[in-house]
């Protein structure tokens, strides 16, 4: 649960990099300003870049902890595989942002972005849930597989949805505020 909910920060902060048109404040990936290590000033819109960056490599430590975890303690292979899937993805998101920065942020990198970015926020959400009490307990009472085609159809279908709500928003919002009259 912490750290889906450090995600969820690193979400509000990385749609505060775009709302205040900070994406490119700091210039260079992976160094900021030309170093690994060293801290830049924090002003203007750097404060809102680098600190989107700083939070990330939080949450990527944190996700790697978790995947060290459970391979340690989840005898579920499904978990190990998930948790696995999430080192690569908070990696994969990691690149997708520093090629936009180091690409000048074309709209569509961008987007790619933004909509991977709230994956990796839901697959973190769903390791708390599928590590919770109330998920792990033996259910009081079990449907079978044909009786909830219907409910899984629905879900995917929700899914789909989401995704498709999730692209226009964030294609809309970075097309915009590469174009728009800002
Ligand atoms: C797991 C890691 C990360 C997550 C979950 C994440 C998530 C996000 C989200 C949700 C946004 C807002 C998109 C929007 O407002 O539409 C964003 C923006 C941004 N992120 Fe990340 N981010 C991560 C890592 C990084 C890294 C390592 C960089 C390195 C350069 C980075 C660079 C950016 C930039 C430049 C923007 C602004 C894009 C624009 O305005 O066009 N992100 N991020």
Redesign the pocket.
């Given at each position: 649960m912490f750290v889906a909910v450090c995600?969820f920060f690193?979400?509000v902060a990385?749609?505060l990099?775009?709302?205040n048109n900070a994406?490119l404040a700091v210039p260079d990936?992976p160094t900021s300003f030309g170093s690994l290590v060293r801290m830049p000033r924090m002003i203007g819109g750097v404060k809102f870049?680098h600190g989107?960056?700083m939070i990330?490599e939080f949450?990527?430590l944190l996700t790697i902890m978790i995947a060290a975890w459970t391979w340690l303690a989840d005898q579920r292979r499904w978990m190990r595989i998930l948790t696995a899937g999430a080192v690569l993805g908070?990696i994969a998101?990691?690149v997708i942002?520093?090629i936009?920065?180091r690409e000048l942020?074309p709209p569509w990198v961008?987007t790619m972005?933004?909509t991977f970015?709230?994956t990796?926020?839901c697959t973190l959400a769903a390791i708390a849930v599928f590590t919770s009490r109330s998920w792990m307990d033996e259910p009081e009472e079990k449907m079978d597989r044909k009786d909830a085609a219907p409910l899984l159809r629905h879900c995917w279908m929700l899914i789909w949805f989401l995704y498709l709500q999730l692209i226009l928003g964030?294609a809309f919002?970075?097309v915009w505020?590469k174009w728009g009259p800002f």
């Open positions: 995600a690193l979400i990385g749609g990099v775009t709302s994406g990936w870049e989107h960056r990330a949450v990527g908070v998101q990691g942002g520093g936009g920065v942020l961008s972005h933004a970015g709230q990796m926020f964030a919002r970075h505020t």
